[in-house]
């Protein structure tokens, strides 16, 4: 097979999309609005498809923390952690989080992606086993696939599967580690993480480690997380998580009570090699995990425009994902529907993502909405009215 | 014991099903090039596997497999294992 042939799969499906006049994976926003509004070739289109959960993006504090950093401190840093030195933001950022989450110790990474490759790919090596749920993100995979320890998968939020594998590694138990996410990006259903944390206890010497990535600001009485709803972060070894959604910003962390959290800073070669973040991108989540603490109504609003909208979608009768949450996909068998509706859905004005597989964990094309705090809830029911205008239409039969 | 033609013709009856039509199934046939098996079909295989010998076969493996002669060699070496 010649270089260039592996993409030849990939060539198709772009063609497909072509011909069905969709850029999807190319929209160019000319003007980004507000958390919740963008124009695009000249339409105004209501966002639902931005991970944006409590509409941070715009908030005045955020925009302002970010200004006055980029005036005192520069536009970046030009170089990694290890080799250039840290900024005092960065070291304030990882006490912020520490104190939030109520562990010894935080890395910061320059993105969520970032966050899972280094951490996963530094805590185990030849000889180590993960045992990772079968939906988990990319990054998880790809994290482990770098580490070259043993990639088991077990089937999505089955406990007893878990169970059966974890028994069937015998003694290499200590070397092992559970990966499971909180929420699931795809289809926005929980992790049964207190069913999984017990699982866990039951074998001494395992690790668990959590992907807060859609969870952080959305569950938990303090939002952080699915650890903290489930009543479980005892049990959790290494949370990680992103800045690019609840927090409105771009970037990753891991937080953990494990003093060797140190040391995996600087064997870390994600880390140890990669450009860290802006001063102006710190500052500005800084203030987002301040105004997440601060204002769990911004959650309540999240959840309630969740529930709206699934009401809504579900009252249509289209094939839902599984419960309600901030992450709404629209299932098809046939992705040239998706297409369809997708096209149909702009055209309304309400903009969601196209997901194709791989992409997907069954093999089923997606159009993902996901709700925002930021979205008043007329913008809710434009975006239900969209779905069932194009319904009604014949466009997502 | 599992001896390898009792591993192979296992695989074979577990892979037909996930075969196009009509497709013949035998020990060298390609899973992607001859039956056009993508990563859903390629984990259903493996789970039906996983289930019926009671282990856990690692992703690692995959980059190794191309054929249904590839899978059986493998999965002969995990039951050893076990």
């Given at each position: 097979m010649a270089i260039f042939d592996k993409f030849q799969q990939l060539a198709a499906t772009r063609r497909a999309l072509a011909e069905s006049g969709i850029q999807s994976i190319n929209v160019v926003m000319d003007r980004v609005v507000s958390a919740t509004e963008a124009v695009v070739n000249g339409r105004s289109l209501i966002l639902a498809g931005t991970n944006n959960y409590l509409g941070l993006t715009f908030n005045p504090d955020c925009i302002e923390a970010a200004c006055h950093a980029v005036r005192t401190q520069g536009t970046g840093t030009t170089g990694s952690r290890a080799a250039n030195g840290s900024y005092a933001v960065h070291a304030q950022l990882e006490r912020d989080l520490a104190d939030f989450f109520g562990r010894r110790g935080v890395i910061v990474f320059s993105t969520g992606y970032v966050a899972n490759l280094g951490m996963l790919s530094t805590l185990a090596g030849p000889g180590d086993v993960f045992v990772i749920d079968g939906d988990c993100h990319a990054s998880i995979y790809d994290g482990c696939r770098l580490s070259g320890a043993e990639i088991i998968r077990f089937r999505h939020n089955d406990a007893a599967d878990l169970d059966k594998r974890l028994r069937r590694l015998g003694g290499r138990i200590e070397n092992t580690l559970i990966v499971v996410e909180g929420i699931y990006s795809m289809l926005g259903d929980r992790a049964p993480l207190a069913d999984i944390a017990a699982v866990k206890r039951s074998y001494p010497g395992a690790f668990l480690v959590v992907d807060e990535a859609h969870s952080l600001g959305v569950l938990g009485e303090k939002g952080r997380g699915m650890a903290e709803e489930a009543g479980v972060e005892a049990d959790v070894d290494f949370i990680i998580g992103t800045f690019s959604k609840s927090l409105g910003a771009i970037g990753g962390y891991c937080a953990s009570d494990h003093p060797e959290l140190d040391l995996i800073r600087f064997a870390n070669r994600p880390y140890v090699f990669t450009a860290s973040s802006s001063p102006s991108i710190i500052a500005s989540t800084r203030a987002a995990l301040k105004i997440l603490g601060a204002q769990p109504h911004l959650r309540q609003r999240l959840w309630d425009n969740s529930h709206r909208l699934y009401a809504r979608l579900s009252g249509l009768g289209l094939h839902l994902s599984p419960e309600p949450s901030p992450i709404i996909a629209v299932r098809f068998d046939q992705r040239e529907k998706a297409f369809a509706g997708w096209t149909g859905l702009i055209e309304r004005g309400v903009y969601v993502n196209l997901v194709l597989p791989p992409a997907t964990p069954d093999g089923s094309s997606l159009l993902r909405c996901s709700v925002s705090a930021g979205h008043t809830p007329e913008q809710i029911d434009t975006i239900g009215n969209a779905f069932a205008d194009l319904q009604t239409a014949g466009g997502l039969a | 014991?599992?001896?390898?033609?009792?591993?192979?013709?296992?695989?074979?009856?577990?892979?037909?099903?996930?075969?196009?039509?009509?497709?013949?199934?035998?020990?060298?046939?390609?899973?992607?090039?001859?039956?056009?098996?993508?990563?859903?079909?390629?984990?259903?295989?493996?789970?039906?596997?996983?289930?019926?010998?009671?282990?856990?076969?690692?992703?690692?493996?995959l980059p190794d497999i191309r054929t249904v002669r590839d899978f059986s060699v493998q999965l002969q070496r995990i039951i050893g294992d076990n």
């Open positions: - | 014991m599992h001896t390898y033609d009792s591993i192979l013709q296992l695989v074979i009856e577990l892979v037909k099903p996930l075969a196009p039509e009509g497709r013949e199934v035998r020990e060298n046939t390609d899973l992607v090039a001859d039956l056009e098996f993508d990563s859903l079909k390629v984990m259903n295989l493996i789970e039906q596997v996983e289930d019926r010998f009671d282990v856990s076969v690692p992703l690692n493996i």
